[in-house]
């Protein structure tokens, strides 16, 4: 029985010598390895040594790392917070422990309890956690790390849904010609991620809230273009038929077509230039219909006032389509329309309806601001007035910008009304360089005084020709 044990003996001995040899070398290779690994820096939160191995692009190329970064941090301080109030709650128990004794709490306020202060700050954690969009890896061999713009800077879900690509269905290139469908929202909008997450913080399918002058402060402050929503927007309860074209044009619309809860007035008889407390300074008296009347058809004393059919003289027949950029009720559009020429008119809500006063009298309003490109294919306009809005409180560069996209939509031979321009004298030379700039035809020009300090610029130019 002994002889028969003694090879087995031997043998596991054996096996075990073995075990244990290959279980050093192991150690010895791991061991090896990670030092191997720490040299090279991989254990070391070094920038330099990401970019050696990977490249800058690789590891850069289309990544937000801060955005991604302040997602985590917020996520690690609601942790945190949690952690201290539970804390604190646990200390403060401890010292009052006899007066708990004597006052035992009841499961319902232990309930409440766990579910106000422990079950929801967790529950927040939770979903701002699976709310973080890592970035995804495009390529096999190559790879490079892609994440979609401004994907982990905003908490709001709908907004996340609202930019994050749009992929065509079955793979196939669509009618642009591209892959996929980006969404675009104003770059100036992460700075005011409050405002735009209070803007997108909605039910899906239910109605909006009444604020409207929330998008306007955000599209004005360079959040522009804002996101699509998808909720139902608001109107009046009480919106009546409008009037007809001929009647509409020159009549105040029925008060109860405009939402008035974010004006200081409550119907069109209080924006009167008589009322001290209309809520708008620009454009006095352009809610009376009476004075609109005589803008541009009537002679004035002054030689900045150029008379429509004197304009339209110049180039008979030819002046069709035009853009009137300016601030007012769309009088000018109005006087337009009656000679056959269709007219667009921007307007923002600063204070009064504007855009729907436009829009009631049956002409078009557009909803834009000084910050964006004008939504017009290039060369297409016979004429763009101005007046009232773009005066000499306008920086340089910033009017540099719009009369140039004002130049791409303007058709050779098209008409650029400059009416009532008015900026400080001393000002004035360089404002007339802006405008002569581009070498249009000069048809009216016409310098008026204002006040002891300003003056008035009314000008007519035509677009030339220009060689390919």
């Not at 039910?203 to 996101?227: R, T």
């Not at 209080?270 to 209309?278: A, D, F, R, W």
């Not at 002409?363 to 000499?392: C, E, K, S």
Request: charged residues 25%; glycine residues 6%; positive net charge.
């Amino acid at each position: 029985m002994g002889r028969l044990c003694f090879p087995n003996c031997r043998l596991g001995r054996m096996m075990g010598w073995l075990q244990i040899v290959l279980g050093g070398l192991v150690i010895i290779v791991s061991i090896s390895s990670l030092i191997r690994f720490y040299s090279a820096g991989f254990f070391l939160r070094n920038e330099a040594t990401c970019n050696q191995f990977y490249g800058v692009k690789d590891v850069y190329d289309g990544f937000d790392i801060k955005a991604l970064s302040d997602r985590i941090g917020e996520v690690l301080n609601k942790m945190e917070s949690l952690q201290e109030k539970l804390e604190l709650k646990v200390q403060e128990m401890e010292k009052n422990k006899e007066v708990l004794l004597r006052n035992n709490i009841t499961r319902l306020e232990y309930k409440k309890y766990l579910e106000l202060e422990v079950i929801r700050p967790l529950y927040n954690a939770h979903i701002a956690l699976r709310q973080i969009r890592l970035p995804r890896v495009e390529g096999l061999r190559n790879s490079t790390v892609k994440e979609e713009p401004l994907i982990n800077t905003f908490l709001i879900e709908e907004i996340k849904k609202y930019i994050t690509p749009k992929e065509n269905r079955l793979g196939k290139i669509n009618i642009y010609g591209t892959e996929r469908i980006y969404n675009t929202i104003g770059h100036a909008c992460v700075l005011f991620k409050k405002e735009l997450e209070e803007y997108m913080d909605y039910d899906i399918g239910s109605y909006c809230d009444d604020d409207w002058n929330l998008a306007q402060k955000l599209m004005v402050n360079g959040c522009d273009p804002l996101p699509r929503r998808r909720c139902l927007t608001r109107a009046s309860k009480v919106y009546q038929k409008p009037y007809s074209i001929n009647e509409s044009l020159w009549r105040l619309p029925d008060d109860r077509n405009v939402r008035w809860s974010n004006y200081q007035c409550r119907n069109f008889a209080c924006l009167s230039s008589k009322n001290p407390k209309q809520g708008y300074s620009k454009c006095a008296g352009c809610f009376e219909m009476e004075k609109e009347k005589l803008k541009w058809v009537t002679n004035s004393s002054l030689p900045v006032d150029f008379l429509i059919n004197d304009v339209l003289a110049i180039k008979p027949g030819e002046i069709r389509i035009g853009l009137d950029f300016g601030f007012g009720t769309g009088s000018f559009a109005a006087r337009m329309r009656e000679h056959d020429v269709t007219i667009v008119s921007t307007a923002l809500n600063l204070g009064a309806p504007f855009n729907e006063i436009v829009a009631l009298r049956g002409l078009i309003p557009l909803h834009v601001t000084l910050n964006q490109r004008l939504p017009f294919f290039d060369n297409t306009m016979d004429l763009i007035h101005t007046t009232g809005f773009m005066d000499g409180w306008i920086d340089l560069l910033l009017m540099d910008f719009i009369l140039f996209d004002w130049d791409r939509i303007l058709r050779p031979g098209g008409l650029l009304w400059i009416d009532r321009f008015f900026c400080n004298r001393k000002d004035l030379d360089d404002y007339m360089y802006m405008f002569l700039q581009f070498r249009y035809k000069k048809h009216k020009w016409a310098i008026a005084p204002k006040s002891k300090d300003e003056v008035y610029l009314s000008a007519l130019l035509e677009k030339p020709p220009r060689a390919i």
